[in-house]
């Protein structure tokens, strides 16, 4: 097919939206290659994907559960645009076809410095759960809750409060915990603790997840025309799957706690792009909940997070007025919120392991992706 | 109203010294710690808590069950204090010189002293180190034994008292601070990939050596003594309470670890990488025993997979390189012969890679036996290496370039008898056979021409009743020659052949060939000139200011335009 000719019918695929996709399809008229057919496929599905994704509501949003499939989402996008790119070999070494895969492969190679950070992340969050496993197996399913369980369950809790304190503010506050120790103790315990806080990154003091994301956005711009028909198409499918890398690992940031952790990256896609929607509708939404009051200062939007904080805050209101002997209608009140907590525990403690497998999973991916393709244009 | 019972005396005097010691309570016992003063306090402390233990199985009414968990807990969080405390004290990073032995014991050793190792490892170790005889793990005495013995009192009431979370928690977060400083001392950096991708080769060179030397020590002295440090404090307390807290005290620190070794085998592939990733790869494979030790249990399977993950993706970056550098010979472009002739810089960076690759040829073979290339470039006998290549006469590049490493292959191999063993006889004997025919073919081109010019033919008049020789032929062949040979001699002794052996080989063949031919066409026909006008025009040159102007050849300097005459 002639170039001139694809051009057109490129563009008529990318400008549609996603009311339109129905009648493209069955306005006849060109029939195209199996290889624009294909291409053509590889917007859709990601489209579809995210749209999935999108779908999510408010409480599922940013969930460990949610953010799995968001990997999922990834790898199979991955896996189908090496699969878009190997078909096409051909095309891959008439430059500038094989310069825009190549530019692909070493911008997701920035991603697996994230995939580490991330790996960290989940490691502190864990260190969390366990502290919430302190509080659940001091106050549940106990014969009758006492002051011994009660100042357990505190002590635990003020642990986790230090735990989660955002990296920025953590030398400070050092000073205000009011634990007791001999004064011997004192200096050696705020190292020792200190110390615990900045050891947990792997990565050196100034490894930025802020940098390494807008070194992965960098240069990301929607192929113009002429590169388009230069490529036969495979530009945008550089593109988007340049994007969906991109948006990923952004999403990854915002939502676990990292080193230098932030959202403000910029994300430009013009709605051409069948996928654009969703994508950005997502952008929005985690923005939003970045920007309400409660989240503002968090150290990463995971809605489990959020649930540890609620929990840890509800139970320490309830320890704060407690008064022993406990009425009836206070222990109840206690048993309520321990459910509430170890429906938090249980959720971390079985959604933490697989994730982190997963985030491996991604970066293994990456690399073999990588590999096998600099290996196919080579 | 009852006097109270032995039990609730035991328990009341056993809840007062606990209350005593509770530092949220009094000034006084934050400012002491127990396990630091004597001995006698240490012991009515833990028998105090132990009474309240005991008295919490037996307590039937609500109200003392509470009393008792109240105690306990002041109790446990004490108890933690004290533990987190006697970490502390003995945090001390490790000597440096039980962390600079980097080399392991030599095998034979192992086999020497079996029956010994195997007493040695029943035994306690009273001394520093206790050795194990199938690896090169040697663990140290990280704390002095006392300090263990109150840790495991401790730690055993913890536990008991359903505590062990805490306890793990302490144990995790000091020691692993320890972990880190020694870390530090060992040089172990915290890079990240794109730090590594940015480091200029030289740099991360140097930096996988030191790698390699800390790797080593970490997992078979550093790693291992952790562990059986947890051994000796919580063996036998809870389910795995020693695997747990070794894993809460070592992951992160392994995963650093690694992630160098991981970052490197992900590099970009360059020839000259090569032999670096076979030393990280056969370090990492060394290390591969022990690490399958140290880190046996089901929690720390991670670990092991991903170093399983990076030895694969260093053996396959060993062999992308190789393969890579075989194309980049195969379609090495220039079709430009070395001005001067002499070795083609590439040749001589093939010559060097291949002989270093010959040190490495037990790793590597077993890199490329493991998964063997496949394409139609390769024979179906691995053994014989791929040699059709085009004719000499259309002097492909490579094959230029063979046919000097044919050259200095038959000339230096004594100095690399892998080389020669792997290269085969074989093959030797083929490239000679392209060499000499090359040699053949260097004659043909530059001296048959010359030659032609003494041959007899043409200069003889038919018919003629004198000597018959044509004296303007002859004079032409004469002018002929010298202007030819000052050609060929001004540029051929510009040419460098750095060989000395082939040098003189080349000059003898040249010389056997042209000295007596020249000579014999002096002899036969010099009257004939020298009976003419100018003789000097044309014999210009004896047979001995031949055989000196061939010793110029292919010594690579330019020469004056003259060549020396000594006679005239």
Redesign the interface.
Known sequence: MPATDFSTFGRSILSLRRDQQVHSMESGGHEGTSHELELEAFQKQVAERFNDLASADSDQLLSIPWIHKLLEVFLSCQEQFKSVVSKNKGLLNKSPADRYVMEYYERS??A??VC?AI??GI?LIRQWQ?QL??VY?ALDNQ??I????I??SM??LI?LAIGMIDEKESNSSFAHRNR??????AQ??N???G??RS???????N?SATK?LQ?IGQNLVAPKNNEISATNGLATAVFTMSYVLYFVMWTLVAAIPCQDRGLQTHFHVTRQFVWAAPVLTLHDRILEESRKRERKNVCGLLREINKIEMCARHMNELTDTIH?PLSEEKEGEVKQRVQELGIVYYGLKDGLGPLE?QV?EVF?RI?RS??EGL?SI? | MEPPGNDVVAFESAEKIILRWD??ASEDA????IFAGDRYEIDRYLQAVDEIQRSMEFATL?DD??????????A??RLE?EF??IL?AH?NPVEAESLTDSSPLPEEDYEDDSPLTKDLEHQESNGSCSYRPTNSIREIDLMPSDAIYDLRCIAERMILA??L??CI?VYG??R??AV?SSFRKLGI???????I?RLEWEILETKIRRWIRAAKVCVRILFASEKKLCEQIFEGLGTAMDDACFMETI??PA??LF?FAEAIS?SRRSPEKLFKILDLHDALSDLLVDIEIVFDSKSSE?IRVQTV?ILS?LA?AAR?ILS?FENAVLREPSKVPVPGGTIHPLTRYVMNYISLISDYKQTMSELIVSKPSTGSRYSSDPNTPDMDFAELESQTPLALHLIWIAVILQFNLEGSPELREMVGDDCLRKLTGKFRQAATNYQRSTWVTVLHCLRDEGLHVKGSFSSGVSKSALRERFKTFNAMFEEVHRTQSTWLIPDTQLREELRISVSEKLIPAYRSFLGRFRSHIESGRHPENYIKYSGEDIETAVLDFFEGYQVSQHIRRRSQ
């Not at chain 1, 006492?146 to 369980?149: A, C, S």
């Not at chain 2, 934050?30 to 710690?33: S, T």
């Not at chain 2, 069950?65 to 002041?74: D, E, G, L, R």
């Not at chain 2, 950096?189 to 730090?195: A, F, N, Q, T, V």
């Open positions: 190679v920035k697996l410095d580490n790996r960290d490691e366990k496993e302190i197996y014969r009758s006492g002051e011994g369980q100042r357990r002590k635990a642990d007791s120790f001999g004064r011997n103790n050696k315990d190292n020792s603790l110390q615990f050891l947990s990154w792997s990565v050196s003091r490894w390494q070194a022993f497998r491996r293994h690399v990588r590999t290996d080579g | 530092s949220t934050r400012e002491k710690m609500s069950q509470n009393k008792a968990n109240s105690a306990i807990q002041i446990m969080a204090d987190r405390n502390i945090t359903g505590y979370r805490e928690q977060s000091v692993k601070s880190d950096e915290k890079l990240s990939i794109g730090d991708q992951k992160g995963i650093q992630n992900i991670s993950e993706r396959e992308g890579e």
